[in-house]
T-cell receptor
């Protein structure tokens, strides 16, 4: 079974430029998460999707961040314009409500490492 | 005060040692308690999860939850150099996890 796929793996941009990250979840996983991980910190949830609906976007800075999950499969996270403080790793995870695990195990992708100059 | 507190380390131990990793938390409503392992430049992978107070064992790993003290632990027996990674505790509810900062572990051959 293929894992969560993210691209690009690394991205370097200048401040004020736009940037987009792409995520392909595990096949059949209806829940998709975007997390932000700063250096030396744990992941922090940005947004959660149930199928194509964003059900928790309370931590997403909506002035510059946006996300979409068309057709309830792949998802894109965008930052426009990027700021120096956005340099971090952006992780995508997916889970399935049909799994038996009571915690709904989240499977993480390798992340996209963003550097804003 | 953060909801989840975890010592960032780093923690260095000799191969074969027993490793103890810990987290404390403040929210008594947390239902699930998890440990993730994260290798450098990789995403976190789930090691253990528990729902209630007590111990859960899986091979060389034992997870322990003490809800009365709001304290969770992960023990690694017979540690190996391949266990060198960052260990993140996470806790919360279905779909909503709060992660600790992670403890960097290095097992020396």
């Amino acid at each position: 079974e293929a894992g969560v796929v993210q691209s690009p793996r690394y991205k370097i941009i200048e401040k004020k430029q736009p940037v987009a990250f792409w995520c392909n979840p595990i096949s059949g996983h209806n829940t998709l998460y975007w997390y932000l991980q700063n250096l030396g910190q744990g992941p922090e949830l940005l947004i959660r999707y149930e199928n194509e609906e964003a059900v928790d976007d309370s931590q997403l800075p909506k002035d510059r961040f946006s996300a979409e999950r068309l057709k309830g499969v792949d998802s894109t996270l965008k930052i426009q314009p990027a700021e120096l403080g956005d340099s971090a790793v952006y992780l995508c995870a997916s889970s399935s409500t049909r799994q038996g695990s009571p915690g709904n195990e989240q499977f993480f992708g390798p992340g996209t490492r963003l550097t804003v100059l | 005060q953060k909801e989840v507190e975890q010592d960032p380390g780093p923690l260095s131990v000799p191969e074969g040692a027993i490793v103890s990793l810990n987290c404390t938390y403040s929210n008594s409503a947390f239902q699930y308690f998890m440990w993730y392992r994260q290798y450098s430049r990789k995403g976190p992978e789930l090691l253990m999860y528990t729902y209630s107070s007590g111990n859960k064992e899986d091979g060389r790993f034992t997870a322990q939850v003490d809800k009365s003290s709001k304290y969770i632990s992960l023990f690694i027996r017979d540690s190996q150099p391949s266990d060198s990674a960052t260990y993140l505790c996470a806790m919360g509810w279905t779909y909503k996890y709060i992660f600790g900062t992670g403890t960097r572990l290095k097992v020396l051959a």
